[in-house]
């Protein structure tokens, strides 16, 4: 079973329970030292022969004892594994961690970890209380105006957007036939690191990448490496105010979820008025599960409240959503991640 389709275990005995919900509670002390060994690339410093922790603080400039309690604490969770003579080595885990993996978890852990992150979940009670988000409430701005204004910030969160996305790219490929399409635009896209993968696999396919123009700095690079840069236009841009036109297919892969409902119609409202009337839209995004289940959904979907006022849904929700903004679901693909491809043509509003 998947870790988003978790059932909550209610058999529990009283001992059990507290003991689980202790552990929960501590669960930012968890994040927290996984944040810290990311920042300090430990594990780049690891691999599967075992290494002394004195080698390991010096190749990452801290001192030796304090980066010993930090490896133990994670080495009992299973991120790397602690043998005697407090030497280190890699668990599968701690492989992920690396950033050379393929994985690239290491850039999400450096990014959940941030202060400025951090103050906007401790403030999760006001956004209860209030329905207000709780970032705008911390930081007198919104998530997107806070990056544009801190370049450094947005550097953190564009690597940890991208290695999210490498994750899983190849699931959408999988099941989606990006071939029938001659012009695809990827909107909200990031880096652009799923418009590259579908270029790479689709090689008669041109593509454009829309988002914020702090957002696409980057992209110019990674379509290079890509070596699709040369059918690939980058067009820095406000959803809110329009999309390219002139594309057969319009993807947008974890954008809905960032708004409320109202923002989100007018997103679609731009979209059914810029698109061609025969184009696709693909909607990448996870749908909440019923209850009882689906706990990293749910938590996700509390990180919409508390950061960027949006929110995630169930199916039902976004084909209520689409319909309501113009547009009618003709198919549903499921990924082998959480993720499903909701393919929408333009209908009657």
């Given at each position: 079973m998947t870790e988003s389709k978790m059932l909550v275990n209610e058999n529990l005995t009283v001992e059990e329970a507290v003991a689980e919900l202790r552990r929960l509670i501590k669960g930012f002390q968890i994040s927290q030292a996984i944040h810290a060994a990311a920042v300090l690339r430990v594990a780049d410093q690891i691999t599967d022969t075992p290494r002394s922790c004195d080698e390991i603080a010096t190749a990452v400039g801290v001192q030796s004892f304090p980066l010993y309690r930090l490896l133990r604490a994670l080495a009992a969770l299973g991120v790397f594994r602690e043998h005697d003579g407090r030497r280190f080595?890699?668990?599968?885990m701690g492989k992920c961690l690396r950033f050379d993996s393929e994985q690239q978890v290491g850039p999400f852990?450096?990014?959940?970890?941030?202060?400025?992150y951090q103050?906007?979940?401790?403030?999760?009670?006001?956004?209860v209380r209030t329905g207000d988000t709780a970032f705008v409430t911390a930081h007198g701005m919104s998530n997107w105006q806070y990056r544009k204004t801190h370049p450094e910030q947005n550097a953190i969160y564009n690597a940890a957007m991208t290695g999210n996305s490498h994750l899983v790219n190849g699931a959408i490929?999988?099941?989606c036939n990006f071939n029938a399409y001659i012009r695809i635009a990827d909107i909200g896209g990031g880096q652009g690191s799923l418009l590259a993968e579908i270029m790479i696999a689709c090689p008669k396919v041109r593509g454009?990448?829309?988002?914020?123009?702090?957002?696409?700095?980057?992209?110019?690079?990674?379509?290079?490496?890509?070596?699709?840069?040369?059918?690939?236009?980058?067009?820095?841009?406000?959803?809110?105010?329009?999309?390219?036109?002139?594309?057969?297919a319009y993807v947008m892969k974890y954008v809905l979820h960032d708004w409320s409902d109202i923002d989100a119609l007018?997103?679609?409202?731009?979209?059914?008025?810029?698109?061609?009337?025969?184009?696709?839209?693909?909607?990448?995004?996870?749908?909440?599960?019923p209850p009882n289940q689906d706990p990293i959904g749910k938590l996700g979907d509390l990180n919409m409240l508390v950061v960027t006022g949006g929110q995630e849904r169930t199916r039902e929700e976004f084909e209520a959503l689409l319909e309501k903004g113009g547009f009618r679901v003709t198919e549903v693909i499921e990924t082998e991640t959480p993720l499903y491809v909701m393919v929408a043509e333009r209908g009657e509003i």
């Open positions: 080595s890699l668990t599968t852990a450096v990014f959940m970890g941030q202060e400025h103050q906007a979940w401790c403030r999760l009670l006001h956004s490929l999988r099941v454009i990448l829309f988002d914020q123009p702090h957002v696409v700095l980057g992209a110019d690079l990674i379509m290079a490496e890509a070596g699709v840069r040369d059918r690939c236009e980058i067009i820095p841009g406000d959803i809110f105010e329009s999309i390219p036109p002139g594309c057969d007018r997103i679609l409202g731009i979209c059914r008025r810029d698109m061609p009337a025969t184009a696709k839209l693909l909607l990448i995004e996870q749908f909440l599960g």
